[in-house]
């Protein structure tokens, strides 16, 4: 039986060998970010094969095609570098110059309209949720706080004070690692 644990709005799923996969969250930008984890070993990248890379985005609502993959990796690490505040938004121009929102009038009034320029859909697309998820506390998008976590989270609570993409993991490892620190000086 596989193990599930919430991932920061995403699903992590653990296999009966240990391996984690990630399903699909409601964020292609929660998603994408968490999409490619390096670790000592090995790395898992989810964009990794032209045909993992075409699934993956077909599943995040995309064609799948070869600029969309082409596009999903190119964004992908300027988007982490960017949640991480080592990159400016003028670094995603190309995608945030992708975006026109244009007024479309019915008879309930106007609703917009965002053409997204072909090439640079799935990096617009994570641009646009960015700029959804940010307000007057703060961005609702992070990294986890713990150092050894490459995990990104969307921050729901109330209060916008989640440190932790997972409290089961890196919470309770920083809280034991504060209890140590503790125990050992008391």
């Known amino acids: 039986?596989?193990?599930v644990t919430d991932d920061g709005g995403a699903v992590?799923?653990?296999?009966?060998?240990?391996t984690a996969t990630h399903a699909s969250s409601d964020s292609l930008l929660l998603d994408l970010v968490n999409s490619r984890l390096v670790f000592d070993d090995h790395v898992d990248d989810e964009l990794g094969t032209d045909a993992d890379a075409?699934?993956?985005?077909?599943?995040?609502?995309?064609?799948?095609?070869a600029d969309e993959i082409a596009?999903?990796?190119?964004?992908?690490?300027?988007?982490?570098?960017?949640?991480?505040?080592?990159?400016?938004?003028?670094?995603?121009?190309?995608?945030t110059a992708a975006i026109t929102r244009r007024p479309a009038f019915g008879p309930d009034g106007a609703r917009w309209r965002d053409d997204l320029a072909p090439g640079r859909r799935v990096g617009a697309r994570a641009v646009l949720e960015w700029a959804d998820l940010q307000g007057p506390e703060g961005s609702r998008i992070r990294p986890c706080a713990a150092s050894d976590c490459q995990h990104f989270f969307i921050d729901t609570s109330r209060a916008n004070t989640r440190r932790w993409h997972s409290m089961e993991t890196c919470g309770n490892r920083a809280k034991a690692r504060r209890h140590s620190a503790r125990a050992k000086i008391g």
């Open 71 to 95: 596009d999903a990796r190119a964004v992908r690490p300027l988007l982490a570098r960017f949640l991480r505040g080592r990159a400016s938004i003028a670094d995603l121009e190309p995608w």
């Open 54 to 65: 075409s699934a993956w985005l077909v599943a995040h609502g995309g064609t799948g095609d």
């Open 12 to 18: 992590m799923t653990t296999d009966a060998t240990g």
């Open 1 to 3: 039986m596989p193990k």
